[in-house]
């Protein structure tokens, strides 16, 4: 799927897998702090070097506006 990151202005693809044309929630995937287990889910983030310095956040170019 394609997911439109806003605080970047950038497109990230993700990856879900499924089973019989659903989404499939099972799966051994953890994130620690977080109750149970659950499939794993890959983002890649496209055409995005240089649009942040260390977090998230709108570009100079936009706030100016």
């Not at 997911?3 to 051994?28: H, K, L, N």
């Not at 983030?45 to 977090?55: L, Q, V």
Request: glycine residues 12%; proline residues 6%.
């Amino acid at each position: 799927m394609r997911i439109f990151v806003e605080s970047i202005w950038r497109i990230a693809i993700g990856q879900v897998p499924t089973s019989d044309g659903a989404a499939s929630y099972s799966g051994q995937a953890r994130i620690d702090g977080l109750p149970g287990c659950g499939t794993p889910l890959v983002v890649q983030f496209k055409h995005i070097a240089g649009s942040s310095c260390g977090a998230f956040r709108r570009p100079a170019w936009l706030s100016r506006r």
